[in-house]
């Protein structure tokens, strides 16, 4: 089975009906599967911590002559691209790192580099464009927030080793996906508060939360070649942990929320937001691949909840 999915350009752990297979030309296929345009959750999981970032600072400015709707959504869409745009940059490299190892896992071995259907320097090239792409996006904010946009690239280069030298990348991956929280409040005020800080905090635990779901899928494979995680940490304990990750981002957001002074309806998509985590801790089962997946995606829902609340509590939404 692996063998068809690699003669028909597709990847073993990405669906094959995606929009990538019916309107790119193949040619451009392993390229779309090095940025993960096949797997959306990426980019979305990376994206929602700018939007409640910058809903966030528009909630705090309603009033003052900082912000206004159509500002909100320049910064919106500029956070949409750069999102796709920077996702897609840090996966390629991420598989250019972890060349050897993606051979070593039945789920990533059909991937364009692994199988041989993309070249590292090809793969190098197709990073920098994006990264350009990135950076082009970054240079419409203020100079604060440009510096800011900077210095993420260092955790951005340190995350794909983190694996080979401690338990917890999960944790380092919550550093780097989690650096929006700060973008959208220093793109509006050009520096950053308690409320961003508990933010950015509370993005980081979510993403641990969720991505040691997501690594339980290949905590087998892991352990055979070496290559460390939370969910061979946790093991047994991962509800427990998850009760306490979830919990902690909840909290760090309404103390977030109460620093950035939003309205009721804020507050509300948190509750909703606590009850879906609620049902991931309760159905999770680790030793369920495809569940754990379904789970891991769940967490785009939970982000659009949390963002839709911040805009509909928006004086001017």
Request: glycine share 10%; net charge neutral.
């Amino acid at each position: 089975m692996e063998q068809i999915r690699q003669n028909s350009g597709r990847v073993a752990d990405a669906p094959s009906d995606n929009w990538v297979y019916t309107v790119l030309p193949r040619g451009l296929w392993p390229y779309a599967q090095l940025a993960r345009w096949d797997r959306p959750i990426g980019w979305q999981l990376l994206m929602w911590p700018c939007f409640w970032s910058a809903t966030l600072a528009a909630n705090a400015a309603a009033g003052s002559g900082h912000a206004s709707f159509g500002l909100l959504l320049w910064h919106l869409l500029l956070f949409f691209i750069g999102a796709v745009a920077m996702r897609g940059a840090g996966c390629t490299y991420n598989d250019i790192v972890d060349h050897d190892i993606d051979m070593e896992v039945a789920r990533t071995r059909s991937r364009p580099l692994p199988s041989g259907r993309v070249t590292r320097s090809q793969a190098k090239i197709f990073m920098v464009l994006q990264a350009v792409a990135g950076l082009v996006v970054v240079l419409q904010f203020n100079l604060f927030t440009i510096g800011l946009g900077i210095v993420s690239l260092a955790i951005v280069a340190i995350y794909p080793f983190a694996k080979r030298f401690t338990d917890w990348p999960q944790f380092f991956l919550g550093l780097a996906f989690s650096w929006g929280a700060l973008m959208g409040w220093a793109a509006l005020f050009g520096t950053l508060s308690f409320a961003a800080l508990f933010l950015y905090a509370a993005a980081i635990v979510w993403t641990i939360g969720y991505d040691t779901i997501y690594a339980h899928q290949d905590k087998e494979d892991d352990e055979l070649i070496g290559v460390r995680s939370t969910a061979r940490l946790f093991g047994d304990a991962t509800r427990s942990w998850l009760i306490g990750l979830y919990g902690a981002a909840l909290l760090l957001l309404l103390l977030s929320f109460l620093c950035a002074g939003v309205g009721l309806i804020a507050y509300l998509g948190l509750l909703v937001a606590a009850a879906m985590f609620a049902y991931q801790i309760l159905v999770l089962d680790i030793r369920n691949g495809a569940e754990c997946l379904a789970l891991f995606k769940s967490n785009g829902q939970v982000g659009a909840i949390i963002f839709a609340g911040l805009l509909l509590a928006l004086p001017f939404a």
